[in-house]
């Protein structure tokens, strides 16, 4: 039960945004809870991601926290800190700072941070088309009589690709079905694909060090 009687926020004062650290997967609570008690605004950056739910045997699109057990609080009064994890039951965590006092992350930073969902996206989108099928390209035979065989696209037709392997020594000619092949270069057949960063990770390790840039050293705020 949440005690009303404890005031986390007090006089107001300019409006700044903090990080709160908290517990894994609780972001959407916690930021309930903060806005209820007099946070102007609880935020963290999200993705859209299809899931699979073996119980409904479907695939199910949700949001999933892109940086798990940070919140972003903007406030505009004087906030106890002590008193804000108190009413937390333990879901907040502390809040990063220096030297153990809490800092204020700069405008600059949170747009930069309000950006990341939409250039994960677009990462996405870009990964999608990197790794498309098109003719020109290198391609591995995932299933069928054919698996295993690394070949060249020739043409597509509809569903259908027209594609070359070598067969007993000899360039031949396929027909399989486009679903069975994962492109394995960038467009110039024998090219060697490069690992791309995922780009969830990617977009992780730029909020970290967005929040490097912010606080320098993380801390726990008593």
């Not at 098109?134 to 054919?146: L, N, R, W, Y």
């Not at 020594?169 to 394995?184: A, E, K």
Request: hydrophobic share 50%; charged share 20%.
């Amino acid at each position: 039960m949440l005690n009303r009687a404890l005031r986390p926020f007090g006089a107001e004062c300019d409006p700044a945004w903090f990080i709160l650290q908290v517990a894994s997967s609780r972001e959407r609570a916690v930021g309930q809870l903060v806005e209820r008690f007099g946070a102007v605004e609880a935020w963290w950056p999200t993705e859209k991601v299809w899931v699979h739910k073996p119980y409904r045997n479907e695939l199910v699109l949700v949001r999933r926290a892109v940086a798990p057990g940070y919140l972003f609080m903007l406030t505009s009064a004087e906030v106890n800190w002590s008193v804000l994890r108190e009413v937390s039951l333990g879901r907040i965590h502390g809040v990063l700072g220096r030297d153990g006092r809490p800092l204020a992350v700069p405008p600059s930073v949170m747009a930069e941070m309000a950006a990341v969902p939409e250039r994960l996206l677009a990462q996405k989108l870009a990964e999608a088309e990197r790794r498309r099928v098109v003719p020109g390209c290198s391609a591995s035979v995932d299933s069928g009589a054919f698996a295993g065989f690394v070949v060249d696209v020739e043409a597509l037709d509809g569903p259908i690709a027209r594609v070359v392997a070598m067969l007993f020594g000899r360039p031949t000619l396929l027909h399989v079905d486009v679903g069975v092949l994962t492109r394995q270069d960038g467009g110039t057949p024998g090219a060697a694909l490069v690992p791309a960063v995922p780009p969830s990770i990617a977009a992780l390790a730029r909020i970290r060090g967005l929040l490097a840039q912010a606080v320098d050293v993380p801390a726990l705020a008593a």
